[in-house]
């Protein structure tokens, strides 16, 4: 595709879809809340900001936009023609971030799982991916009770 927006016209656009709330992430919360989970959003606490914390399975989900995130060999995951240096920066920044995010938030002993906008086109299989991640781990790895995992937001006393 010819890109003739600038780089305001286009970063406004993209925000619009990026933004919270948007429209996939409102599908897999409808999609959680019909199968019966409790969760909670945008954890502002943790690491990335997840879209979506279910604190019993100690579990966080980021629905990820293709384009900002880059899906990789996804379609939506398109290069402006025009600014590519811009465009090459911003893109390796957010993934970097991503991985970043997803990196601590393991080692607090958080599961991670990450869904792509684009396959909300079958919903069936973004609840799949989500509850494999919620079944309690048998051999890799070892449940810790909430209370020996480092805490994430302390109130300090007589604040
Ligand atoms: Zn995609």
């Known amino acids: 595709m010819t890109d003739t927006l ?42 990335g900001k997840p879209d979506i914390v279910l604190p019993r399975f100690r579990t966080v989900v980021f629905v ?25 920066e911003k893109f390796t920044r957010n993934v970097a971030n991503d991985r970043k995010h997803r990196r601590r938030l393991r080692r607090m002993g958080w599961r991670v799982v990450t ?11 973004v609840l799949a991916q989500i509850e494999r991640a919620l ?7 070892v449940m810790v009770p909430p209370r020996a995992l480092p805490q994430v937001a302390e109130r300090r006393p007589g604040t």
């Open 135 to 141: 079944r309690p781990r048998t051999r890799r790895y």
């Open 64 to 88: 990820h936009g293709c384009f900002w995130h880059r899906h990789a060999g996804c379609k939506v995951a398109t290069m402006p023609k025009s600014h590519r240096r811009f465009w090459t």
């Open 6 to 47: 600038t780089i305001a016209e286009r970063s406004r656009l993209m925000a619009r879809i990026r933004g919270k709330n948007t429209g996939p992430e409102r599908a897999v919360r409808a999609l959680l809340h019909r199968a019966g989970y409790r969760f909670r959003l945008h954890a502002s606490n943790l690491p």
């Open 115 to 125: 869904i792509w906008a684009c396959g909300l086109k079958r919903p069936e299989r």
